[in-house]
């Protein structure tokens, strides 16, 4: 599976970037013909690879799953996937899924059934359900969402659904499986599925949603190749926020060790977090990408990002929103005031592929203060030199061994 390590991510919400409706009443149509005239974009910018969010029949957001082996109405059909599929392999993009096997939507098949079946039904076991009332039972959710509805990850029926689920899309053509809310699940299920999925699909990738604890020891109980990377991200945009790059420099010999177990997921941005942008400033999210792409993992950036989009995630019916917009027909029509961020974010990816060993670098600060960092990414016999200062406006410079500058920003 040497191909991850080559791998720069363009993040994608497919339901957000083709405007697809989510709260009001929903349409068929073929949206992801939509995507395909971004392809060139993707490639344009320097990733090499499409990390899609949810594209599978859903109720609203896409995380509500009603069948894992439909292509979500609004964003087209099978064929629709298979053509998509088919335009990235030509480009030379891979094709990652987004996998919600934490739960499905209150609407699911499965609700109704197992509710009717009763505790003694034949789908009694695959969902959470406190029978202790069977004339009242009580459906598990997933963090007090009543319209998530939680599997029970103990049933033999539910692997036998997640190991078939996974194995018909990669036999389809898509390279791997980004697994939402993997905190939440048993790390033993996951122990259970992705054995029987490599066994026809040894090169896929599978990247588990950790947010926080030993994500060292969770990839390896659960089998993940990856993980997301969320101390790493809380520390970039929090260092440049208070001024306080102690708290980098830290997040970075933790990164380290982590790395030493499991190749991580790296990101500034998502489609569950406010716009970098947003959060930093412009400017600030220049030296963030900085980072980003001169340390160890696997890169990816959120779309928007790129153009220097803004958001705030807002914790509310629609707080998402803003962080998952909808893109125009074509690259041909962004806005003219994104074509500077586009450039360093292209100087930058630029760089990261010109020196692939960065994909397994470790850090060492060389000097530090609140306001100044300075620190070497080395793998084996190459190193890059980076320094980052935010004492009176923001700068940036990456140097090689030899002293060359290789990136400078200064604003």
């Known amino acids: 599976m040497g191909w991850v390590e080559h791998c720069i991510w363009w993040h994608v919400y497919p339901l957000g970037f ?60 099978e064929e629709d996937v298979d053509h998509l599929v088919t335009a990235c392999r030509e480009r030379g993009l891979r094709v990652v899924l987004d996998g919600v096997f934490n739960h499905v939507g209150a609407g699911h098949p499965w609700v109704r059934e197992v509710l009717e079946g009763g505790p003694d039904g034949p789908l009694a076991d695959v969902l959470r359900v406190d029978w202790s009332d069977p004339a009242a039972p009580r459906l598990g959710d997933f963090e007090g969402h009543g319209s998530l509805v939680a599997l029970n990850h103990g049933s033999p029926q539910v692997v036998d659904l997640v190991a078939r689920v996974m194995t018909t899309w990669l036999d389809r053509g898509i390279d791997g499986w980004r697994l939402d809310a993997a905190y939440a699940v048993p790390t033993e299920f996951w122990a259970q599925v992705l054995p029987r999925v490599r066994e026809s699909h040894p090169d896929a990738w599978f990247v588990g949603e950790v947010i926080h604890g030993d994500y060292a020891a969770i990839a390896r109980a659960a089998t993940f190749d990856s993980v997301t990377q969320y101390e790493l991200w809380k520390a970039i945009w929090s260092s440049l926020v208070d001024g306080n790059f102690f708290e980098l420099d830290w997040a ?15 990101f500034v941005g998502n489609h569950d977090v406010s716009r970098i942008a947003s959060t930093v400033g412009p400017e600030g999210a220049v030296l963030a990408l900085v980072v980003l792409m001169t340390v160890g993992g696997v890169p990816s950036v959120y779309y928007g990002d790129e153009q220097g989009y803004a958001g705030v995630k807002e914790e509310r019916l629609g707080g998402d929103d803003d962080v998952r917009p909808s893109m125009p027909a074509s690259p041909g029509d962004l806005a003219a005031w994104g074509g500077d ?69 200064r604003a």
């Not at 068929?28 to 910018?45: I, K, Q, S």
């Not at 594209?55 to 069948?67: I, P, Q, R």
């Not at 970075?252 to 790296?266: G, M, N, W, Y």
């Open 252 to 266: 970075l010999q933790r990164h380290a060790e982590i790395l030493d177990s499991v190749l991580t997921s790296t």
């Open 341 to 409: 961020t586009f450039r360093r974010h292209q100087e930058l990816i630029g760089l990261r592929r010109r020196h692939p060993w960065l994909v397994r670098a470790t850090t060492t600060a060389t000097s530090l203060t609140n306001t100044r960092y300075a620190y070497t990414a080395r793998a084996g016999d190459e190193a890059l030199h980076v320094e980052l200062d935010v004492t009176d406006g923001h700068r940036a410079v990456v140097r090689d061994d030899a002293g060359t500058v290789l990136f400078e920003y």
């Open 18 to 77: 083709t405007g697809a409706p989510i709260r009001t009443e929903h349409d068929a149509a073929h949206r992801l013909r939509h995507l395909e005239a971004w392809l060139d974009y993707a490639v344009e910018l320097g990733t090499s690879g499409l990390l899609l969010g949810p594209v599978f029949a859903s109720e609203s957001h896409g995380y509500d799953t009603l069948d894992h082996f439909r292509i979500d109405p609004r964003l087209g059909d």
